[in-house]
């Protein structure tokens, strides 16, 4: 385990643990093709092999017969996509991974990438929300040639301000010098950025705590999730920050825009709910459009869910949603019900090759006929104007082709990933359901292509397929890279 400051046991919002007796047996953290390394093309190209890789957490899974302590599996794109075999499973028993794998760590509740060193490879960062008795904490793992390998932990600067260190993660250049920036959020009121310039030697160039409380009414409290793009295009990353404001306790999105001189605030999206933010460009004009979604419990009941767009503009997001989508709206397969969780988990990123970014939307609570809370998965596109529900397609795994049968608790749809794992430019839809096989869990992957995400050739690995035990408490596809 890593050493942080120890702190009161927080109640987790996870699902209740059990014990198993399966444990992981540690293995060559290195099971991918060695690949010729090129620049970090892109964010998450583990091998530089030109083709995005994909990393999915299952962060209950025992290891060395501790139980809850967490795994990671990174599945490495090729030209035919992602297979089980080209895989790297990663722990904190792992040789060359910083701790020791033990109870309640909950390695991988969050995951981000980049290329953090500019050695033209990314790199993968995860988070530990229960290490330390919550204290949390972040390791880097290197990219290389052969794959991921080695890792390096990001220090809490903080530990006595807040708990869950490392709860929400996000990579981008904020201050426009050309290398990689890490942000890390917490429990508390404090984010903190970790400045480009990392090297193996000495982690981050510098570090400063970002200025969440220079406005009345705009201090953060608990950073639920990290997102980053450049919403005014000027090419310099930007900071979304999805969590509660501290004076009001509204939930909502700020959003920081990066400069030389740091990362100021420029709006606060609020909403009603527990909420999630994905960025991405869905109507193709060069700025990074917001979509965010609020779902769960707004303080009287259990809403269904809905999903906002904001568009980007070279003043920042502009404060008026586009559109707001439900399974309401027309064109959106299904309906409206209490308790769905439409918009749990989110990604966005162009499906079809139209030049418009398309925007994955969870709902884990979904019912189908009499299996409850088996889950479900909806396509939004993209357009010139933006988010649209015209085209909406939807995914369960009662879906002709997908693999498998929609069963109550599979929660499929508990993380989504939009990529292209393939190389042919359009992006593949990966989704997790954590409660496959009560409650292992399991990882899909479908294909993109000109008429949307297709079910042919479609993909699903379990746990004994990606190296992780074969039963027990897991959780796999519960945390997917954002």
């Given at each position: 385990?890593?050493?942080?400051?120890?702190?009161?046991?927080?109640?987790?919002?996870?699902?209740?643990?059990?014990?198993?007796?399966?444990?992981?047996?540690?293995?060559?953290?290195?099971?991918?093709?060695p690949a010729t390394a090129a620049?970090?093309?892109?964010?998450?190209?583990?091998?530089?092999?030109?083709?995005?890789?994909?990393?999915?957490?299952?962060?209950?899974?025992?290891?060395?017969?501790?139980?809850?302590?967490?795994?990671?599996?990174?599945?490495?794109?090729?030209?035919?996509?992602?297979?089980?075999?080209?895989?790297?499973?990663?722990?904190?028993?792992?040789?060359?991974?910083?701790?020791?794998?033990?109870?309640?760590?909950?390695?991988?509740?969050?995951?981000?990438?980049?290329?953090?060193?500019?050695?033209?490879?990314?790199?993968?960062?995860?988070?530990?929300?229960?290490?330390?008795?919550?204290?949390?904490?972040?390791?880097?793992?290197?990219?290389?040639?052969?794959?991921?390998?080695?890792?390096?932990?990001?220090?809490?600067?903080?530990?006595?301000?807040?708990?869950?260190?490392?709860?929400?993660?996000?990579?981008?250049?904020?201050?426009?010098?050309?290398?990689?920036?890490?942000?890390?959020?917490?429990?508390?009121?404090?984010?903190?950025?970790?400045?480009?310039?990392?090297?193996?030697?000495?982690?981050?160039?510098?570090?400063?705590?970002?200025?969440?409380?220079?406005?009345?009414?705009?201090?953060?409290?608990?950073?639920?999730?990290?997102?980053?793009?450049?919403?005014?295009?000027?090419?310099?990353?930007?900071?979304?920050?999805?969590?509660?404001?501290?004076?009001?306790?509204?939930?909502?999105?700020?959003?920081?825009?990066?400069?030389?001189?740091?990362?100021?605030?420029?709006?606060?999206?609020?909403?009603?709910?527990?909420?999630?933010?994905?960025?991405?460009?869905?109507?193709?004009?060069?700025?990074?459009?917001?979509?965010?979604?609020?779902?769960?419990?707004?303080?009287?009941?259990?809403?269904?869910?809905?999903?906002?767009?904001?568009?980007?503009?070279?003043?920042?997001?502009?404060?008026?949603?586009?559109?707001?989508?439900?399974?309401?709206?027309?064109?959106?397969?299904?309906?409206?019900?209490?308790?769905?969780?439409?918009?749990?988990?989110?990604?966005?990123?162009?499906?079809?090759?139209?030049?418009?970014?398309?925007?994955?939307?969870?709902?884990?609570?979904?019912?189908?006929?009499?299996?409850?809370?088996?889950?479900?998965?909806?396509?939004?596109?993209g357009s010139a104007t933006g988010?649209?529900?015209?085209?909406?397609?939807?995914?369960?795994?009662?879906?002709?082709?997908?693999?498998?049968?929609?069963?109550?608790?599979?929660?499929?749809?508990?993380?989504?990933?939009?990529?292209?794992?393939?190389?042919?430019?359009?992006?593949?839809?990966?989704?997790?359901?954590?409660?496959e096989n009560h409650p292992a869990?399991?990882?899909?992957?479908?294909?993109?292509?000109?008429?949307?995400?297709?079910?042919?050739?479609?993909?699903?690995?379990?746990?004994?397929?990606?190296?992780?035990?074969?039963?027990?408490?897991?959780?796999?596809?519960?945390?997917?890279?954002?």
């Open positions: 385990m890593l050493q942080h400051h120890r702190r009161k046991r927080l109640p987790s919002l996870a699902l209740a643990t059990a014990t198993v007796a399966a444990a992981l047996t540690a293995g060559p953290l290195l099971t991918a093709v620049p970090a093309k892109y964010a998450d190209d583990f091998n530089g092999d030109g083709y995005r890789d994909l990393a999915t957490a299952a962060p209950y899974t025992p290891v060395g017969g501790k139980t809850d302590a967490g795994a990671v599996v990174v599945n490495y794109g090729s030209a035919n996509g992602i297979s089980a075999s080209r895989r790297t499973v990663i722990t904190q028993n792992t040789a060359g991974i910083p701790g020791t794998a033990e109870k309640d760590d909950r390695f991988g509740t969050s995951l981000t990438s980049g290329d953090l060193n500019r050695d033209g490879y990314a790199d993968l960062v995860i988070g530990s929300n229960g290490e330390n008795a919550y204290a949390g904490a972040v390791v880097i793992v290197w990219g290389s040639r052969s794959g991921l390998s080695g890792g390096q932990t990001v220090p809490d600067p903080a530990p006595s301000a807040h708990d869950e260190y490392g709860m929400s993660l996000a990579v981008g250049d904020f201050s426009g010098d050309g290398r990689a920036d890490l942000a890390i959020g917490s429990t508390g009121s404090d984010i903190w950025i970790h400045r480009g310039g990392f090297t193996k030697a000495s982690g981050a160039a510098s570090r400063y705590e970002l200025a969440t409380d220079l406005y009345p009414g705009s201090s953060i409290y608990g950073a639920q999730s990290l997102a980053a793009g450049d919403v005014n295009g000027d090419g310099t990353a930007d900071l979304v920050v999805s969590g509660s404001q501290a004076e009001t306790y509204d939930d909502g999105t700020f959003v920081y825009l990066g400069s030389a001189s740091g990362l100021t605030r420029q709006t606060f999206l609020r909403n009603g709910a527990d909420e999630l933010a994905a960025v991405g460009d869905l109507n193709g004009d060069g700025y990074a459009d917001v979509v965010t979604s609020t779902y769960g419990d707004n303080g009287v009941t259990s809403v269904g869910g809905s999903v906002n767009a904001y568009l980007g503009s070279a003043d920042g997001v502009r404060t008026r949603a586009q559109t707001t989508i439900t399974q309401d709206s027309p064109g959106v397969p299904g309906s409206d019900e209490e308790g769905d969780w439409f918009g749990n988990a989110l990604s966005i990123a162009d499906i079809n090759g139209d030049g418009y970014g398309d925007v994955a939307v969870g709902t884990i609570h979904e019912t189908l006929g009499t299996a409850k809370i088996a889950g479900s998965v909806t396509v939004l596109r988010l649209t529900a015209t085209g909406a397609q939807s995914f369960t795994q009662n879906t002709a082709g997908v693999p498998g049968t929609a069963e109550s608790a599979d929660r499929f749809g508990a993380s989504v990933r939009l990529s292209d794992l393939n190389g042919d430019r359009k992006a593949d839809l990966s989704v997790g359901a954590d409660g869990g399991a990882l899909y992957s479908l294909r993109g292509s000109a008429s949307g995400v297709t079910t042919n050739r479609a993909i699903s690995f379990g746990p004994g397929s990606t190296g992780l035990p074969t039963s027990g408490y897991l959780r796999l596809g519960q945390v997917m890279l954002r």
